[in-house]
Every structure is written in structure tokens, then in C-alpha cells.
T-cell receptor
């Protein structure tokens, strides 16, 4: 069975400072991993994905994530936060052997950016 | 380009009333379609998926049903709403003929409040 743990329910940073959103996963297979962002009362948007190629993945809006198999982690980072980054972020794992749509979503991390 | 439309955006309904949420996708053919529910402070729960017209799979037993009358139309329904049906409903699609790519495209969501 697959699972995802987002280690922080809330993260607060100042504009211009680095962002770190932590995610650990558990999977019986070689998983695909994703980060999605959700702005208030909006749908989710894919930020980036890892699918067994390069372990450092770059996404949209300056975000990147590093897949570390030994630590079963897929933390999301950004060098400098912007006010528009304030949103909820979801780490997602997909096992290719499972049924359609059986993505496992983390509980989400709410990112607050202070001026 | 592909777009996904979901409506209504907001809905307040009394207990026992019917429900119909609609989702349409443009710019692609034979997509996999999904309905998810997002309860406050929780991750996403897969409700239904469809890989083709008239093909519906339910992931959890519940008071809801889904239909796919056309290739790019997905409808979520209920005959009698319960208080527990309140939540944020998200329609999503992914490229057809593939499974669990993890690359989902979400609609803007429909917030349902049952009173």
C-alpha cells in the first residue's frame, strides 16, 4: 500500500526567504511523485512530477523537488517566496500497478507568505 | 488547448433535495474522467472514475452516483442529499488510454453546502 505524509500542516515564511515543504512517502513499487498547488476555492494545479528520471525535478513558478529514495522523501523547495505562492500544497504518490485515479494525496500544507 | 469546466461553482441545498454537478472537457478526446471530494482539512477522496462513455466505476459506497452521457461530459448526482455530502467537489481529467499518470487537470471545483 502507498501512503504520503506531509510533515507540516502549516508553514509560514517571509517574502523573499526560502520555502521548504516536506513530504515523505511509502510505496511498494517504484512510485511516481507529484506536487500540486491549490489556491483558495480553486482546483488543483500540477507543479512538478517525478517519474524515475532525474532526481531533481524543476517545476513551474521556480519550485523544485528532490527525490531521495534512501530517505523516502520528496521535499518541495523554492529559493525565494513570493506573495502569490500563498496556497495549499499537496504531495501525491501514484503507484503504476493500482487502479485508475488511485492517487494518494497527502493532507496538505498551507503556505503563508508574509510581506 | 484543453480546458475543463465545472458548474455550479457554489451550491446550497437542503437535506433530502437532489443534486447535479456537471463537468465538461474541451480540446481532448476519450479522456479519463474523475470526481473527487475534498472535505475541510483533509486530502482528496476519489469518488468515481470513467474511462469511456457509459463506463462508471465507484470507489466508495455512498449517496452519490455518476454518469458519462457523452465522451467529454461527466455528471455527479444524488437523489437525496445528506448533511455529510457537504464538501468541495473536483472534476479532473487525464489523457485516455493511460492509467495513473498522476498528471491530472482539475476543474475549479464546486462547493456544496447541505443544510
Amino acid at each position: 500500500a502507498q501512503s504520503v505524509t506531509q510533515l507540516d500542516s502549516h508553514v509560514s515564511v517571509s517574502e523573499g526567504t526560502p520555502v521548504l515543504l516536506r513530504c515523505n512517502y511509502s510505496s511498494s513499487y517504484s512510485p511516481s511523485l507529484f506536487w500540486y498547488v491549490q489556491h483558495p476555492n480553486k482546483g488543483l494545479q500540477l507543479l512538478l512530477k517525478y517519474t524515475s528520471a532525474a532526481t531533481l525535478v524543476k517545476g513551474i513558478n521556480g519550485f523544485e523537488a528532490e527525490f531521495k529514495k534512501s530517505e523516502t522523501s520528496f521535499h518541495l523547495t523554492k529559493p525565494s517566496a513570493h506573495m502569490s505562492d500563498a496556497a495549499e500544497y499537496f504531495c501525491v504518490v501514484s503507484d503504476p500497478g493500482t487502479s485508475y485515479g488511485k492517487l494518494t494525496f497527502g493532507q496538505g500544507t498551507i503556505l503563508t507568505v508574509h510581506p | 488547448s484543453q480546458t475543463i469546466h465545472q458548474w455550479p461553482a457554489t451550491l446550497v441545498q437542503p437535506v433530502g433535495s437532489p443534486l447535479s454537478l456537471e463537468c465538461t472537457v474541451e480540446g481532448t478526446s476519450n479522456p479519463n474522467l474523475y470526481w473527487y471530494r475534498q472535505a475541510a482539512g483533509r486530502g482528496l477522496q476519489l469518488l468515481f472514475y470513467s474511462v469511456g462513455i457509459g463506463q462508471i466505476s465507484s470507489e466508495v459506497p455512498q449517496n452519490l452516483s455518476a454518469s458519462r452521457p457523452q465522451d467529454r461530459q461527466f455528471i455527479l448526482s444524488s437523489k437525496k442529499l445528506l448533511l455529510s455530502d457537504s464538501g468541495f467537489y473536483l472534476c479532473a481529467w487525464e489523457t485516455g488510454h493511460r492509467r495513473n499518470t498522476g498528471e491530472l487537470f482539475f476543474g475549479e471545483g464546486s462547493r456544496l453546502t447541505v443544510l
